[in-house]
């Protein structure tokens, strides 16, 4: 298993794709089919959701380890501390180092209704997620320095952030803390990124600062994600999903199209990597990487 800080240093692009856990034995099946398909990708890794609320830690481990041992892919686990107590991430912390699996990201976590809505810490639980990267670090002799830890970021600030400025320096803090990446929210406008990149890289950050890409699936569906992370959808987006309304086929294409075109432009600022938010399914991800050449870009294996 490769830590995320070693992955990263490697030369060319990183390659990531994300994953949810799934609700039932079907779901699981599914994923497991595009799984198939995103390996003949070569991903630099592959990530699983922790669900809202922190409903899903039993499935997201579940996942999580069979890509891991089963699937042989380079793997990281969200882990939240919203709705749980102390001990609860730190057992979950503790089943990841027992059986090696050494990356994660760092989260609060959502509350079921998304990050617009109000947070509240749990009675015995951490207070936000500086204070999970510092028991992830430090918290127990054994897994001491053992985890390589990425957190989220925000180029459109966090929905709960006081103001911009505090949301900045408030992810600096994160990565003086010893995380090793920032992967961001989702966003439609690539100067939201180019400037927080700016911003933070001015501020001192030298951790990878990676996009994370949603390609499109359904206009509906994109409205209600963007609502419950407080993303923009710019004028001209907005107007190319009011002709795709009642067509997902259509959307697919033009989240496929709109996902290159974004791609194109961040790889040509700098990007250290590109993490793709799937949704479960390979045909997206699978023609933006064939449309942007991919393969020729990302980095050998170790
Ligand atoms: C790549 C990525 C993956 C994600 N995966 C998941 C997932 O698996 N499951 C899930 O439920 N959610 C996930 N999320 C969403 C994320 O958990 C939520 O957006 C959550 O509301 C914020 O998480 P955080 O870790 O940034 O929170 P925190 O670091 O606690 O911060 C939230 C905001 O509050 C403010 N803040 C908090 N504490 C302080 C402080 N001490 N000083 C100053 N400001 C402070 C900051 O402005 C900050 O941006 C993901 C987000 C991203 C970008």
Redesign the pocket.
């Known amino acids: 298993m490769t830590k995320l800080r070693d992955i990263y240093a490697r030369d060319g692009l990183t390659f990531s794709i994300?994953f949810f856990p799934p609700k039932s034995e079907q779901g699981m099946e599914s994923l497991f089919r595009e799984v198939q398909e995103l390996k003949k990708l070569d991903p630099a890794f592959v990530s699983v959701?922790?669900?809202?609320?922190?409903s899903t830690e039993g499935t997201t481990l579940k996942v999580v380890k069979r890509l891991r041992f089963a699937e042989k892919l380079e793997v990281m686990c969200?882990l939240?501390i919203?709705n749980q107590p102390v001990n609860q991430v730190k057992g979950v912390l503790g089943d990841l180092w027992g059986c090696e699996i050494e990356n994660i990201?760092?989260?609060?976590?959502?509350p079921p209704e998304g990050?617009t809505a109000p947070?509240k810490a749990h009675p015995d639980g951490y207070?936000?997620?500086?204070e999970l990267i510092d028991v992830a670090r430090r918290g127990q002799s054994g897994w001491y320095d053992f985890f390589s830890i990425?957190?989220?970021?925000?180029p459109e600030v966090?929905p709960?952030?006081?103001s911009r400025e505090?949301?900045l320096?408030?992810?600096k803090?994160?990565v003086d803390a010893g995380a090793d990446v920032i992967?961001?929210?989702l966003f439609f406008d690539n100067d939201d990124f180019y400037r927080y990149s700016d911003d933070l890289k001015e501020m001192g950050v030298t951790v990878p600062i990676v996009p994370?890409v949603l390609p499109i699936r359904s206009a509906a569906q994109v409205r209600r994600f963007a609502k419950m992370?407080g993303a923009r959808i710019p004028e001209r987006l907005e107007s190319l999903l009011s002709e795709v309304e009642d067509d997902d086929e259509a959307a697919v294409q033009l989240g496929i199209d709109y996902a290159t075109e974004q791609c194109e432009g961040l790889l040509d600022y700098g990007v250290p990597g590109l993490?793709f938010y799937s949704l479960n399914k390979a045909r997206s991800v699978a023609a933006i990487h064939e449309n942007l050449n991919l393969g020729a870009l990302t980095k050998a294996p170790a």
């Open positions: 994300e959701t922790y669900g809202a609320g922190g969200h939240t919203v990201i760092a989260l609060a976590g959502d990050a947070w207070q936000n997620s500086r990425a957190i989220a970021g925000f966090h709960r952030a006081e505090s949301d320096k408030y992810t803090e994160k992967i961001t929210q994370g992370c993490h």
